[in-house]
């Protein structure tokens, strides 16, 4: 019999494995479940993993597009650490996402059409206030009446949706769109547009807030006090409030800077990738930034790792999904399992496997 026994400290080495063993994990799920669907399991991974990067056939397509997925992923899951670390839970940086696009490209089309070099910064800050003004309403909710920032976020996502759809039917519709919902398109918008800036390569001015944003956390979490009282937020609160930290500031703090990252990240993908305001804009990108944030340990050069593999996952996905026909849920459902494994393999961290002898009857 085996019993799990808890560690007087977090294993370091479980710490730095548990993201290996759980790619891993999902890769041998993710093939018995492709098998179910009556697909070659070894040609699905290999499609996934192998052929975005190094296909002769897919390659110059898909290595471009792996820094377009990667951006948002990055930007969002950078944002969330913060709250994650203090235990402070943003799962609503979808609707952030959303919001932000909506302010950001609302701001655009508004001046429309114009060629002034200080619209597409204005619709950059015009994007993070949007996604920094619909955090602080959990965060308000939070601090004013201790509700619980997980609902109160989570449901946003879905009010963020019914805006999202009634601005791309109404007020933000292109009038020259014979009726269709739908914004103008950005990529006819010279001033707005968010285009590569070396091309081929795809990156983006998306892409480089997130190396920046990667860079920031890296030194508030690593040099500066504020890193130092959301780690110690988030692993003792009692021993924070000791030490002088304001919960209520930092809970403002956190939230408002993870909506601000996932606004900016919904202004520079409407302007780039997808290039207007749809009904169905929305990629799910702020969900699955979570798992690149738990992925990456938290940790900013680990998200920045872990979102290049969760965009590989998605090219892959899509080039599964036209090579063997594998349904988008099973893709999806393969990306979920990489959480799922991550949180299971995590208890290794937290707790050693203990043989247990058996009482003599």
Not at 340 to 349: H, I, K, Q, R, Y
Request: aromatic letters at 12%; a positive charge; charged letters at 10%.
């Amino acid at each position: 019999m085996f019993r799990l026994e808890k560690r007087p400290t977090p294993s370091r080495g479980w710490t730095i494995a548990t993201p290996i063993l759980a790619v891993l994990m999902t890769m041998i799920a993710g093939g018995i479940m492709f098998a179910i669907l009556g697909k070659d399991p070894f040609e699905a991974i290999k499609i996934i993993f192998w052929d975005p990067l190094f296909s002769e056939q897919f390659a110059s397509y898909s290595r471009p597009q792996l820094l377009v997925k990667a951006g948002p992923l990055i930007l969002i899951a950078i944002g969330l650490s913060f709250g994650f670390r203090a235990g402070i839970w943003n799962i609503g940086a979808e609707g952030q996402y959303i919001i932000g696009a909506l302010c950001g490209a609302g701001l655009g089309l508004a001046v429309y059409p114009t060629d002034s070099v200080f619209i597409f910064p204005a619709m950059v800050i015009a994007g993070a206030f949007g996604g920094w003004l619909w955090a602080m309403i959990p965060a308000i909710l939070r601090t004013k009446f201790n509700t619980n920032e997980i609902l109160v976020s989570l449901l946003l996502v879905y009010v963020a949706e019914h805006i999202m759809a009634a601005m791309a039917l109404g007020l933000l519709r292109n009038p020259e769109g014979h009726g269709f919902p739908g914004s103008r398109n950005f990529k006819q918008y010279e001033a707005a547009f968010n285009g590569e800036l070396l091309a081929g390569t795809g990156m983006h001015w998306g892409v480089v807030a997130a190396f920046i944003a990667v860079i920031f956390a890296y030194v508030t979490m690593s040099k500066h006090l504020l890193g130092f009282q959301i780690t110690l937020a988030g692993q003792s609160p009692r021993a924070a409030r000791f030490s002088g930290v304001n919960p209520t500031r930092l809970i403002m703090l956190c939230l408002g800077i993870s909506g601000a990252l996932a606004g900016m990240a919904g202004l520079f993908e409407v302007t780039g990738p997808a290039g207007q305001i749809t009904t169905s804009f929305n990629q799910g990108y702020g969900f699955t930034a979570i798992i690149v944030a738990f992925l990456g340990r938290l940790n900013p050069i680990g998200i920045l790792l872990a979102g290049l593999l969760m965009a590989l996952t998605y090219i892959g996905g899509d080039l599964a999904q036209l090579m063997l026909g594998l349904p988008a849920p099973a893709i999806q459902a393969f990306q979920g399992m990489l959480l799922f494994f991550l949180l299971a393999m995590d208890v290794l961290s937290n707790f050693r496997i203990v043989l247990k002898k058996s009482e003599a009857v």
